[in-house]
Nanobody, 125 residues
Framework: QVQLVESGGGLVQAGGSLRVSCAASGRTSRRYVMGWFRQAPGKEREFIAA????????YYADSAKGRFTISRDNAKNTVYLQMNSLKTEDTAVYYC??????????????????WGQGTQVTVSS
């Protein structure tokens, strides 16, 4: 099992930037893809971006393309989500997730085995 801890959330004005981090510990050798999701009140958990740990290949939801960038630091076992040009509709709890086995998908919550506790991102107008 992989333990995940998010950090870096907070309050930012619309148009601003924020970077959230996710530190992994535990059985990090079994970590195929790591992803970021978000969930706003009353809404389903939404895929944002994912990165394949071995190759660095990245995948993005349409809503994230051009504004968000996912990256990883192998030495720190940490994945980042850089968010630019933030909008009020980006307000949500942001979750980090990790796959513990190889899967064909990466965009659904059920594709992941481990989850962090989430970090709140609030974008004000």
């Amino acid at each position: 099992q992989v333990q995940l801890v998010e950090s870096g959330g907070g309050l930012v004005q619309a148009g601003g930037s924020l970077r959230v981090s996710c530190a992994a510990s535990g059985r990090t050798s079994r970590r195929y893809v790591m992803g970021w999701f978000r969930q706003a009140p009353g809404k389903e958990r939404e895929f944002i971006a994912a990165i394949r740990w071995s190759s660095g290949s990245t995948y993005y939801a349409d809503s994230a393309k051009g504004r968000f960038t996912i990256s990883r630091d192998n030495a720190k076992n940490t994945v980042y989500l850089q968010m630019n040009s933030l909008k009020t509709e980006d307000t949500a709890v942001y979750y980090c997730a990790a796959q513990g086995a190889w899967r064909t998908g990466w965009a659904a919550p059920y594709d992941y085995d481990s989850w962090g506790q989430g970090t709140q991102v609030t974008v004000s107008s």
